[in-house]
């Protein structure tokens, strides 16, 4: 008898796990249904669908960025220009995956009249901005919406990580050390160093930078 209790008990548990996760995944999937923006024929929301393809594939970029970090064999990281010029062509190169070929506005029935579009990124000691000109005219039956340019600003201070790769690169090669504890204790930024086959590889990670709500990360590798 208390071992068929104690096999009841162990199904009762077993079912009602299965119950509340079933409920836990009907709740996501409705909220996420009923949470999503509405596409309508308006500046405002066509605006916000597009800018928002910009935001997201700027951040891939600068997460990308981060990713790839700096590999130097040299004393000389690459100039901030350089990085500027990376970030912009990273957007060219994925904005239109992000829009999707503006298929959603030809669901709605929509025309879309479009040209080539440039970017332009600058990174800035507490943020990276992004620029992006492209001529854009939106029609359904009766109006159009026209548009020039979007922008985008991400809360990531890569010029202060730039900076403070530099001096690394520079006091490595001016003294042969790997580790500078004055300049590091002089940023307030996580820096974990580690060898790795002939090189030596800094992970600068800065919690004030919180970019799709992780602390942004970048990597810088010296070769020996």
Do not use: H
């Not at 600068?62 to 690459?78: A, R």
């Not at 006091?171 to 790795?196: M, S």
């Amino acid at each position: 008898m208390e071992r068929k209790a104690q096999v009841t008990l162990i199904i009762a548990a077993t079912l009602f796990i299965v119950i509340i996760a079933g409920l836990v995944i009907y709740a996501a999937n409705y909220y996420k249904k009923n949470n999503q923006v509405p596409l309508i024929f308006e500046r405002a929301s066509i605006e916000n669908y597009i800018s928002s393809c910009v935001k997201k594939t700027a951040e891939d970029g600068i997460i990308q960025l981060g990713k790839n970090g700096f590999n130097v064999d040299s004393n000389k990281i690459p100039d901030i220009y350089e990085i500027e010029s990376q970030l912009a062509s990273y957007v060219d190169s994925n904005l239109d995956s992000c829009l999707n070929d503006f298929k959603d506005f030809e669901k709605e029935g929509w025309d879309v009249e479009k040209s080539g579009f440039t970017a332009k990124a600058q990174v800035n000691e507490q943020d990276v901005s992004f620029e992006i000109a492209y001529p854009l005219k939106i029609s359904d039956k009766e109006n159009a919406i026209s548009f020039e340019r979007f922008a985008s600003k991400s809360n990531v201070r890569l010029k202060y990580i730039y900076e403070l790769a530099g001096k690394i690169v520079e006091f490595k090669f001016k003294y042969g050390k790997e580790v500078d504890l004055t300049t590091l204790r002089g940023y307030d930024l996580e820096v974990t160093i580690f060898p790795d086959k002939g090189s030596f590889v800094y992970v600068i990670d800065d919690p004030k930078s919180l970019i799709m709500s992780k602390p942004y990360r970048f990597k810088l590798v010296i070769n020996e």
